[in-house]
């Protein structure tokens, strides 16, 4: 009980340092962004409670696969001014693009 509790609460440090720092610098938030903290830290986190390789290993597996399917939602906001979109809309384009190509990949890729 007390695990889950530290991993939410490591998450929501990551989460409120990037917000705060791509505040003042954006190039560095995007840095961290781009860094696989969470990925890092999960698989850490998975390793530790269960020492289960091959579940990491899959785990991984599915993470190399799908990181880049979810690529996709960053374009809209990426490019939201020159658009003309505001942010609401180019998240939700963005969340409809990249669950498009997660969700063709679910539904043809392997099992």
């Not at 340092?17 to 999960?42: H, N, Q, W």
């Not at 850490?44 to 269960?50: L, Q």
């Not at 498009?100 to 392997?110: A, D, K, M, N, Q």
Request: charged share 10%; glycine share 8%.
């Amino acid at each position: 009980m007390w695990m889950t509790l530290v991993r939410g609460i490591i998450a929501g440090v990551v989460v409120i340092g990037v917000t705060e720092l791509s505040r003042r610098y954006p190039r560095a938030g995007a840095l961290l962004l781009t860094l696989p903290l969470v990925s890092i830290l999960a698989f850490i986190m998975a390793w530790t409670k269960h020492q289960d390789l091959p579940a990491v290993s899959r785990l991984a597996k599915e993470t190399l696969v799908l990181v880049p399917l979810g690529l996709p939602f960053f374009v809209p906001l990426a490019f939201a001014e020159r658009l003309n979109l505001g942010f609401w809309p180019a998240f939700s384009l963005g969340t409809l693009l990249a669950s498009i190509t997660i969700g063709l990949w679910l539904w043809l890729g392997p099992r």
